[in-house]
């Protein structure tokens, strides 16, 4: 089981701080600055979406050029590999990989001539996967736990209500022998367990 990082929606305001975190320290170390999580809301609670480092991982058997591995516990992907290909968002089923631009740094942004007209203005935004920008190359973008950080993820650090955690192997074994527990301790004849709560039921 992969190491990756739980969010408690009931603790969790809403204030996109470990978005901005998370954003800032990846800008620092000149990978994609777009963040690697989205805070989603509903009319009662919020949390963010992040990867969950699956252990089968179908974004890596998709990868065709091996740019996303498993590596220490987690799901890693290499911004240098990544030829756009948008397989991995795809496949992903949180919807947890996003795609942001990078423009080639010896390139002026409107370095036209003769040969190279001016590209057409871009298109309102849509979605990361049917964006394009000309001159501009779709990098696939994913949560590392911040694994070039000694001290951990930074939404991790940064949550003020501590609403952010990163589960560990440790936990996982925990909480499966506490629902063993639970499980060897049930009392199969008590069918009020199966009960939905509607009056008159048996």
Request: net charge positive; charged share 20%.
């Amino acid at each position: 089981m992969n190491r990756f990082v739980i969010a408690d929606s009931k603790v969790c305001i809403g204030c996109r701080t470990c978005e901005a975190a998370c954003s800032e320290i990846h800008r620092q170390h000149g990978l994609q600055s777009m963040p690697r999580l989205k805070v989603m809301r509903s009319a009662k609670e919020s949390a963010p979406q992040l990867c969950h480092h699956c252990e089968d991982a179908p974004c890596a058997q998709v990868c065709p050029v091996n740019a996303i591995v498993r590596d220490n516990g987690a799901v890693q992907l290499n911004e240098s590999l990544c030829v756009s290909c948008k397989l991995c968002g795809i496949v992903c089923p949180f919807g947890a990989i996003e795609f942001s631009g990078s423009r080639p740094l010896d390139i002026p942004a409107n370095a036209n001539s003769p040969k190279a007209p001016a590209a057409p203005p871009a298109s309102p935004r849509v979605s990361s996967f049917l964006d394009w920008v000309p001159g501009v190359r779709a990098i696939a973008v994913k949560c590392d736990l911040c694994s070039f950080d000694e001290q951990g993820p930074a939404c991790v650090r940064t949550c003020p209500t501590h609403a952010l955690r990163v589960v560990s192997n440790q936990d996982i074994a925990q909480a499966s022998k506490r629902k063993r527990a639970l499980t060897i301790n049930l009392d199969y004849g008590d069918l009020s367990l199966f009960s939905t709560g509607g009056e008159g039921e048996k």
